[in-house]
């Protein structure tokens, strides 16, 4: 599969618009804020961009980030920006192509920025070990439409676990199928190249976030997948897929389940490009000034992490009052067409 992969994207694209899908998302769904950053972007590194969202998260100022199957580059600049000079990114990847691309351009960006943070490293995402990262060393760890392509996740997914910091975040945008995908899906290069053939039934993923000690994953945001080849819509049969958000913090205290112990926050309104509302995930967007209940993952999420100064917390875990609401386990993502790229999707 590293060959398959390595050919695809070093060989066969030239840009993102050899793509046959919808998971590589247009300027137009990108967020007004994000625009400035990509201004700052050498040209062909944005041309060689094939991520399916945006992998970054609020208050990355003065972070240590970590992007994995960085590519040519585009997420790594982005963020170097986002973390500034007291900040640093380092991007791993495996594809040759790629990293000359990104390396080619670093004086232009080191002149555009007016400092040096970004650093590449070639290597394999499974083999994170092999290279010179210090565990717990990661503020944040971003991935972009890349978990996907790796032929041993559990490996990928234990490697972040092993580099972040204690309340750091696994931030990443990837590919999910409605079910499990079918050897003749997975086994079609184009199709895995696309994105589609390693892509994860959704409820395994969050079965192997949990064995890798990501106890709660919490879905930010999802947008259904077109095929836009006709040649190769019939290949994938009745599967779904999606492009979806998560975030995983690396907390030890996380509980299975949404379990209500009577807390609740209060958002300040002091996060940049987040004045009215913050976020969380899908299902917590806490508006500024206003009481929000809390479950105890939740309450841990926000209170044990860097967002922790900007809210005000209520309650403890003295009490418990049993699993709180609307904890649930059906599929996550929208599957209405309307949502499909017109929608707005954050990428």
């Avoid at 580059?73 to 990293?99: F, H, I, K, W």
Wanted: aromatic share 10%; proline share 5%.
């Amino acid at each position: 599969m590293h060959e398959i992969v390595q050919d695809y994207y070093g060989k066969q694209l030239s840009s993102s618009s050899d793509l046959k899908t919808t998971a590589c998302c247009d300027i137009g769904q990108v967020p007004a804020w994000f625009k400035p950053l990509l201004a700052c972007i050498h040209p062909e590194v944005l041309s060689r961009y094939y991520g399916c969202g945006l992998v970054c998260p609020p208050l990355l100022q003065g972070c240590r980030v970590l992007d994995l199957g960085c590519g040519s580059g585009r997420d790594a600049y982005a963020l170097a920006q986002l973390v500034g000079p007291a900040g640093s990114v380092v991007g791993v990847d495996m594809t040759e192509e790629q990293l000359a691309v990104a390396e080619r351009h670093r004086a232009y960006h080191i002149d555009k920025f007016g400092y040096d943070n970004v650093r590449f490293v070639q290597g394999y995402i499974e083999r994170l070990d092999e290279l010179d990262l210090m565990p717990g060393s990661f503020d944040v760890i971003v991935s972009n439409c890349v978990l996907n392509l790796s032929p041993d996740k559990v490996a990928v997914l234990a490697g972040v676990q092993r580099l972040l910091k204690e309340g750091g975040e696994f931030y990443f945008s990837d590919v999910y199928a409605d079910r499990r995908v079918p050897d003749a899906v997975r086994d079609d290069p184009v199709l895995y190249g696309e994105c589609l053939g390693g892509a994860l039934y959704w409820n395994d993923f969050l079965r192997l976030a949990r064995q890798a000690g990501f106890i709660d994953p919490r879905l930010v945001t999802d947008r259904p997948l077109v095929i836009t080849d006709p040649e190769l819509a019939p290949r994938i049969g009745n599967i779904h897929f999606f492009s979806a958000t998560y975030r995983l913090f690396k907390l030890a205290d996380l509980e299975d389940a949404c379990e209500d112990h009577g807390q609740a926050v209060i958002y300040r309104g002091t996060m940049p490009e987040h004045v009215h509302r913050f976020e969380l995930d899908k299902h917590h967007a806490i508006e500024t000034g206003r009481v929000f209940p809390v479950c105890g993952n939740t309450s841990r999420m926000l209170h044990e992490t860097r967002f922790a100064p900007h809210f005000e917390f209520i309650g403890n875990f003295d009490r418990h009052y049993g699993l709180f609401e609307g904890c649930g386990s059906k599929i996550p993502f929208d599957t209405a067409t309307s949502l499909l790229p017109s929608a707005g999707a954050c990428c």
